[in-house]
């Protein structure tokens, strides 16, 4: 049986380079990802991203498992994200050909695509409208654009959104809906954003309905 994140952070901690190098595989998509919704450019989340690997190492030695090992790394990425934003070392930059997909077959939006090779068209349609979304949630201030990131684009729960980002479920799901309703404003749909609900529903509620 595989062992868990957990599990392999304490080994790691006891001198285990090969459980360190396992953690590395099994989440460098997912953070490589998480800095590519907020940069837009391949090279920047991947210096980001393996920034954070660095961090997570040089943490070993101290590291207890109070928290899901994804909550810890996505603390530590946020704080270098928020570090390099105030230091102006990183720049998004408009989405290319190049970045339009990844290695899995999947879009920068974390959406399936099809195996068939998309036409020039498509790929310029689909570069158009994921520049369309970039472009919105740049301007999203950056309360909003952090649960839109973690929540819509990654799928991490409110939960877990709560204590990456140290605030309370409510303050999570209120945000969303901000964030929401302004994504939709700034690129004039009214069906909702692609890739993200028209509205998103509290738990044990029924989403409010939108208005006209």
């Not at 920034?51 to 909550?71: C, D, I, N």
């Not at 949630?137 to 140290?166: A, C, F, T």
Request: hydrophobic residues 40%; glycine residues 6%; contains cysteine.
């Amino acid at each position: 049986m595989p062992r868990s994140d957990a599990e392999l952070m304490l080994a790691c901690k006891g001198g285990d380079r090969g459980a360190f190098t396992e953690l590395v595989l099994r989440h460098q998509r997912p953070l490589l990802n998480f800095f590519f919704h907020l940069v837009w450019d391949r090279q920047q989340a991947e210096d980001l991203a393996q920034e954070v690997f660095l961090r997570l190492h040089s943490h070993a030695s101290t590291y207890e498992p109070q928290a899901k090992f994804t909550t810890f790394m996505y603390r530590v990425a946020r704080n270098l994200w928020i570090d390099r934003v105030r230091s102006a070392a990183v720049s998004p930059r408009p989405a290319s050909l190049d970045a339009a997909t990844d290695d899995r077959g999947e879009d920068s939006l974390g959406s399936r695509v099809s195996i068939r090779e998309p036409g020039p068209l498509e790929k310029l349609e689909r570069i158009e409208l994921q520049n369309r979304v970039r472009e919105a949630i740049e301007k999203l201030p950056d309360g909003l654009r952090e649960v839109v990131v973690l929540g819509e684009l990654h799928g991490l729960p409110y939960l877990e959104i709560s204590s990456i980002l140290n605030i309370p479920v409510g303050t999570v799901k209120s945000r969303m809906h901000a964030a929401v309703a302004r994504l939709r404003e700034l690129m004039g749909v009214e069906a909702g954003v692609p890739g993200l609900p028209a509205r998103p529903a509290q738990a044990g509620k029924p989403a409010p309905p939108a208005k006209d």
